[in-house]
């Protein structure tokens, strides 16, 4: 293992340090003969920090795979915290059903099942974070739910913006599409202040926008 691989393999072992729970949960996911798209552990751990940092108690993803992701935004709430997250296939819920009740995180999650665009309308915000990362086409439809399901404060990650580079192309795939859409959402809304930061490593070249809420919806 060299380059951008090697590096990130060095900052997980010698900062991030997943435990047997995270790894297992990484481990059956790809048992289970699911793609192997979860977050890399550094981004992770990123996400868990940001909760912490933003006192987050109510969480919601769309996009739970095997709970790899989930698994660390729920140790990033209290105790009593709750993250909903948002999956379409059963067998994935499944899968991470099984992952956060290992790691002892089940207790805080609902999973629910279904296209997130109709389980979004059946939510009660706000939630104090969001994190994105289901079918990219619909991107711009999660960031306006998350911005309804907001409060003034609440922060908004919207995963895996640049692609490898094809975020760039206009005539993109659907993908692409709803990506540069949300991004160009997020760099003109009246609601919100957004960067994005690009990122290599195991999963190549790729990135991610932050945005906080910034006014309460009119
Ligand atoms: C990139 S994976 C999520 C990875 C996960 N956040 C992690 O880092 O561990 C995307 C997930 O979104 C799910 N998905 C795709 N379309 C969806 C939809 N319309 N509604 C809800 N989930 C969807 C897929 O089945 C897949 O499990």
Not at 61 to 83: M, N, Q
Not at 102 to 130: N, R
Not at 188 to 195: D, R, V
Request: with cysteine; aromatic share 6%.
């Amino acid at each position: 293992m060299t380059g951008w691989a090697a590096v990130e393999r060095y900052l997980v072992d010698t900062v991030v340090q997943p435990d047997e729970a995270l790894t297992g949960a990484v481990d059956a996911t790809a048992a289970a003969g699911m793609p192997a798209i979860e977050v890399t552990p550094t981004q992770g751990k990123f996400l868990m920090l940001l909760a912490r940092i933003q006192g987050a108690r109510r969480i919601l993803e769309i996009g739970t795979l095997g709970g790899f992701s989930t698994i660390w935004l729920a140790r990033g709430v209290p105790d009593d915290g709750l993250v909903d997250t948002c999956e379409y296939e059963q067998a994935h819920a499944e899968v991470a059903r099984q992952n956060l009740d290992q790691a002892g995180e089940g207790h805080k999650v609902t999973i629910h099942v279904g296209a997130a665009l109709d389980t979004l309308p059946t939510l009660t915000g706000p939630y104090d974070l969001f994190f994105i990362d289901a079918d990219k086409a619909n991107n711009p439809r999660y960031l306006d739910w998350a911005i309804r399901l907001s409060r003034p404060g609440s922060v908004i990650v919207l995963d895996n913006v640049v692609r490898g580079g094809t975020v760039l192309e206009t005539n993109g795939d659907d993908a692409v599409r709803g990506t540069r859409e949300a991004l160009e959402l997020l760099g003109s809304h009246p609601q919100l202040e957004a960067t994005a930061i690009q990122t290599v490593g195991s999963k190549d070249w790729d990135g991610f926008a932050v945005a906080v809420v910034v006014a309460a919806a009119a």
